[in-house]
C-alpha cells in the first residue's frame, strides 16, 4: 500500500526558533499534499493544501508567513514553522494524494513542543 | 462548506460484539467517504472507504453503508477485536474536489 513518511516524529526546541518537519511519499508520487494540525482528542484541521511546483494554499485563519510549505517534488513536501512560540506546540500530520486525490494516505505525525 | 458530524463520540463494546459509528454530510455534491483509525501516537490510517455510487462495501469484518438520499454513511465494524480500541474519524470529500472534511472522531474501547 501507499506508504507517507514523516520526519521527525518528535522535536521539542526553544520559543524563538525555526523548525522543519518534513513529509514523503515513498511508493508513489504524490500531486498533492496537505498539512494538519491536531490538538488533543480533536480532529484533524486542515492548514494547507500544496501542488508540486505552485504556492500552497492556506485555509483561512492559516498564517502563510508562519508556517511556510514548499512542495518542490512530486515526493516531498515540507512545513516550516518559524519563530516558533509555545502556541505553536501541536500534533502536525501531513498526508498525500496521487492525481486523482484518493484516497488521502497520511504520515504518522509530528509532535511539536516549544519550551 | 462541508460540514460532517459524527456520532457517538465515545463508544464501548464488549469483545465479539458490533460496533456502529454514523456519520451525516452536508454537501449533496460529496461523492467520496472515506474512514480512518488513528491509534494514540499516530498518524490516521485509512480502513475503509466509499464513493458516491455504491450503497455499501465490505472488507472482511469492516463495512461502510451510505446513504446519499439522507446525506449519512456509517460504518459497522464486527465480531470486534481488543486491538480495534483506537479513534475511528469519517471524511467526506465536498465539491472541491480534493480537500477532505473530518468528523469529530468516535473513540472506541473494546473490553476484553
Not at chain 2, 7 to 32: F, M, R, W
Request: include cysteine; proline fraction near 4%; aromatic fraction near 8%.
Amino acid at each position: 500500500g501507499a506508504v507517507v513518511s514523516q520526519h521527525p516524529s518528535w522535536v521539542i526546541c526553544k520559543s524563538g526558533t525555526s523548525v522543519k518537519i518534513e513529509c514523503r511519499s515513498l511508493d508513489f508520487q504524490a500531486t498533492t499534499m496537505f498539512w494538519y494540525r491536531q490538538f488533543p482528542k480533536q480532529s484533524l484541521m486542515l492548514m494547507a493544501t500544496s501542488n508540486e511546483g505552485s504556492k500552497a494554499t492556506y485555509e483561512q485563519g492559516v498564517e502563510k508567513d508562519k508556517f511556510l510549505i514548499n512542495h518542490a517534488s512530486l515526493t516531498l513536501s515540507t512545513l516550516t514553522v518559524t519563530s516558533a512560540h509555545p502556541e505553536d506546540s501541536s500534533f502536525y500530520i501531513c498526508s498525500a494524494t496521487g492525481v486523482d486525490n484518493q484516497p488521502q494516505h497520511f504520515g504518522d505525525g509530528t509532535r511539536l513542543s516549544i519550551l | 462548506g462541508e460540514n460532517v458530524e459524527q456520532h457517538p463520540s465515545t463508544l464501548s463494546v464488549q469483545e465479539g460484539d458490533s460496533a456502529v459509528i454514523k456519520c451525516t454530510y452536508s454537501d449533496s455534491a460529496s461523492n467520496y467517504f472515506p474512514w480512518y483509525k488513528q491509534e494514540l501516537g499516530k498518524g490516521p490510517q485509512l480502513i475503509i472507504d466509499i464513493r458516491s455510487n455504491v450503497g455499501e462495501k465490505k472488507d472482511q469484518r469492516i463495512a461502510v453503508t451510505l446513504n446519499k438520499t439522507a446525506k449519512h454513511f456509517s460504518l459497522h465494524i464486527t465480531e470486534t477485536q481488543p486491538e480495534d480500541s483506537a479513534v475511528y474519524f469519517c471524511a467526506a470529500m465536498g465539491s472541491s474536489g480534493d480537500k477532505l472534511t473530518f468528523g469529530t472522531g468516535t473513540r472506541l474501547a473494546v473490553r476484553p
